[in-house]
């Protein structure tokens, strides 16, 4: 239990590296590490991404929008590794001073207008394209407030739970029991709300399902951390009625396909130009990258 004893020092130092999954990748400090630009792509909308739950919320609105026949929605797709450090070349962070995936740029104006944080983002695509984001107040609101939940609830999933259980170089009972717990409260806020509703900002499929999609859906499809059987998943048989609705939607489909590196060759496409990549650029057919 000697691991266990750790008594913090008066003021903490980046002494060691934390080990685990990302390690090299972690550091106390924003900013640059390296100049790099970014490519740009001939579409309006350039999105500099990865196919994570956080990226796929993205890409599934502008497949929608795409899918409601709004042109000024094409886009080009680009990977950004998380894992080899690109969220922190020059060009990335110029984007989004955080460096983390999903950034994007508008250059369908006179001036670009950068976008950063995956809720910013959908809020600006949808008001931008006056879809998925009802106008009314109260049921804008509700929207709003879903949408908001997810941004600030996912980092317990992601960074609590999945870290801990997942990827942490030892397994601590203790941070695995608190974030274990707090994903099954989450769970059991969404099961409850989708027994009253079809979707979860209401009778309307919205940003807020987008959101929510990725995160909570993969949970209960069982893509995430392994961790289906864990959490008894199928205690959440309304969270799982809707993630299933929401699978059969082709935007939906094509959105969880760009910019991923995992899974069937055949379900990723790394970098998204033209909306017959999805037929002729995943992984199984290249013979060479792009
Ligand atoms: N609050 C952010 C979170 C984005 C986020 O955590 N992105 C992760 C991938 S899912 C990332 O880029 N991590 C890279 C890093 O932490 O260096 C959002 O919703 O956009």
């Not at 924003?30 to 990865?50: D, F, N």
């Not at 990977?79 to 110029?94: C, H, K, N, P, T």
């Not at 950063?116 to 107040?137: C, D, N, Q």
Request: charged letters at 20%; proline letters at 6%; hydrophobic letters at 40%.
């Amino acid at each position: 239990m000697a691991e266990f004893d750790y008594t913090p020092p008066k003021v903490w130092t980046w002494n060691k590296p934390s080990g685990g999954q990302f390690a090299s990748i972690n550091r106390p400090v924003a900013g640059p590490t390296h100049e790099k630009t970014l490519p740009v792509g001939r579409h309006p909308l350039q999105l500099y991404s990865l196919g994570t739950p956080n990226g796929v919320k993205v890409t599934i609105l502008l497949e929608e929008l795409l899918a409601l026949g709004h042109t000024g929605a094409e886009y080009d797709a680009w990977l950004i590794r998380i894992a080899e450090g690109d969220q922190f070349g020059s060009g990335f962070v110029a984007i989004n001073p955080n460096s983390k995936i999903p950034a994007l740029l508008d250059r369908s104006g006179a001036e670009p207008i950068r976008v950063f944080e995956s809720g910013s983002i959908l809020v600006y695509l949808a008001e931008k394209f006056g879809a998925f984001l009802p106008s009314a107040t109260a049921a804008r609101t509700e929207c709003l407030s879903w949408l908001f939940w997810q941004v600030g609830s996912a980092p317990y999933v992601g960074g609590g739970l999945g870290h801990f259980y997942a990827y942490a170089p030892l397994k601590i009972e203790y941070a695995i029991d608190r974030f274990a717990m707090e994903t099954k409260r989450q769970l059991s806020v969404l099961e409850r709300r989708l027994s009253e509703h079809r979707y979860i900002a209401g009778a309307e499929y919205t940003i807020a399902d987008m959101a929510i999609f990725p995160w909570y859906g993969g949970l209960v499809m069982g893509w995430l951390y392994g961790t289906a059987e864990f959490l008894s998943v199928q205690e959440y048989p309304q969270v799982r009625r809707w993630a299933q609705e929401l699978l059969e939607r082709p935007a939906v489909r094509r959105g969880r396909m760009v910019n991923r590196t995992s899974g069937e060759l055949s379900s990723q496409l790394h970098e998204r130009h033209d909306a017959q990549d999805f037929e002729t650029r995943t992984q199984d057919k290249l013979t060479s990258p792009r």
